[in-house]
């Protein structure tokens, strides 16, 4: 993935130095449903990406980003300390190249203006708008603010781990959070959370699946104009795909429930929800292409 090619974004803010260690954290889950996207499973999931594409142990994973582990020194990589490093920077190219693509996608296919988000980098914890968080959330947006975040501490323990190969999965997560930002702006998130607010759990849940697989299509609309450009690779794409089918939630189920799967209960959808939906923005490039909400549709 040719990142360092990409355009860095001014819009990121770097509180990874100015946060205060010694208060602690509230719980987002307590949060009313729907007001974060990607939070929790989302933790999940890259750990479950890190373990069965890396070759690293899951369990070692989800103790570090979990706080489970009260005993074990935190790893290096994850102390906070002022930076400017390669992950920086590349979040920072990352974000530039999702503000000019869609910037062109919305004045070509929606005829309006494109805002950007703002994408917040910290370690450990960080307070939003819709709460606080710990790294193991995983990356998440908050509509109240209309900010992405993402813990640097993760993803230079992925890099540690995977080195570069682990670039278009990272590029990915980020994509996939501008897409739940593209939904805000849109107006499709609040519907959704006016519709949560009276559904039976069954219903949310589905209607979760359904917002989290249209932020699927919107992260591979982006790589499809990025591909264009020669910027991502077919490898890259090949990686993306086995992400997409590895963090499905009747895969993760399988995973961490011995082989029970619990239908009702999913709200990422399945692996092949995801690849199919993923790989209809990427091939298309087309947000139309990306309407997950049509009846019987999924």
């Given at each position: 993935?040719?990142?360092?090619?990409?355009?860095?974004?001014?819009?990121?803010?770097?509180?990874?130095?100015?946060?205060?260690?010694?208060?602690?954290?509230?719980?987002?889950?307590?949060?009313?449903?729907?007001?974060?996207?990607?939070?929790?499973?989302?933790?999940?999931?890259?750990?479950?990406?890190?373990?069965?594409?890396?070759?690293?142990?899951?369990?070692?994973?989800?103790?570090?980003?979990?706080?489970?582990?009260?005993?074990?020194?935190?790893?290096?990589?994850?102390?906070?300390?002022?930076?400017?490093?390669?992950?920086?920077?590349?979040?920072?190219?990352?974000?530039?190249?999702?503000?000019?693509?869609?910037?062109?996608?919305?004045?070509?296919?929606?005829?309006?203006?494109?805002?950007?988000?703002?994408?917040?980098?910290?370690?450990?914890?960080?307070?939003?708008?819709?709460?606080?968080?710990?790294?193991?959330?995983?990356?998440?947006?908050?509509?109240?603010?209309?900010?992405?975040?993402?813990?640097?501490?993760?993803?230079?323990?992925?890099?540690?781990?995977?080195g570069n190969d682990a670039d278009f999965a990272r590029a990915?997560?980020?994509?996939?959070?501008?897409?739940?930002?593209?939904?805000?702006?849109?107006?499709?998130?609040?519907?959704?959370?006016?519709?949560?607010?009276?559904?039976?759990?069954?219903?949310?849940?589905?209607?979760?699946?359904?917002?989290?697989?249209?932020?699927?299509?919107?992260?591979?609309?982006?790589?499809?104009?990025?591909?264009?450009?020669?910027?991502?690779?077919?490898?890259?794409?090949?990686?993306?795909?086995?992400?997409?089918?590895?963090?499905?939630?009747?895969?993760?189920?399988?995973?961490?429930?011995?082989?029970?799967?619990?239908?009702?209960?999913?709200?990422?959808?399945?692996?092949?929800?995801?690849?199919?939906?993923?790989?209809?923005?990427?091939?298309?490039?087309?947000?139309?292409?990306?309407?997950?909400?049509?009846?019987?549709?999924?």
């Open positions: 993935m040719k990142w360092d090619e990409m355009r860095e974004s001014d819009n990121v803010e770097d509180q990874r130095d100015g946060s205060d260690e010694s208060s602690e954290p509230s719980n987002l889950s307590s949060l009313p449903m729907g007001m974060l996207s990607g939070l929790g499973a989302g933790g999940i999931a890259i750990a479950v990406i890190v373990g069965l594409i890396f070759k690293v142990d899951p369990a070692q994973i989800l103790n570090l980003i979990g706080g489970n582990n009260k005993t074990a020194p935190a790893p290096q990589a994850l102390v906070k300390k002022p930076i400017k490093d390669r992950d920086s920077a590349f979040v920072k190219s990352v974000l530039g190249d999702t503000e000019d693509t869609w910037e062109r996608i919305f004045k070509q296919q929606l005829k309006t203006n494109y805002q950007a988000p703002k994408l917040v980098l910290f370690d450990g914890y960080v307070n939003s708008a819709c709460g606080s968080a710990k790294t193991s959330a995983g990356p998440f947006y908050c509509p109240a603010d209309k900010k992405v975040y993402l813990d640097m501490g993760f993803f230079r323990y992925l890099e540690a781990t995977a990915y997560a980020i994509a996939h959070e501008v897409g739940h930002h593209i939904q805000n702006l849109r107006g499709t998130s609040g519907k959704v959370r006016q519709l949560k607010s009276s559904s039976t759990k069954t219903k949310a849940n589905e209607l979760s699946v359904r917002i989290e697989l249209q932020a699927d299509c919107l992260a591979g609309v982006w790589g499809h104009f990025t591909a264009q450009r020669g910027l991502i690779s077919d490898q890259d794409v090949t990686k993306a795909l086995n992400t997409a089918t590895q963090i499905g939630d009747d895969y993760l189920q399988k995973q961490s429930k011995g082989g029970h799967v619990v239908p009702e209960s999913f709200t990422h959808g399945t692996s092949e929800q995801r690849v199919t939906w993923f790989k209809r923005g990427l091939s298309t490039g087309d947000i139309s292409q990306c309407d997950t909400f049509e009846p019987n549709k999924l």
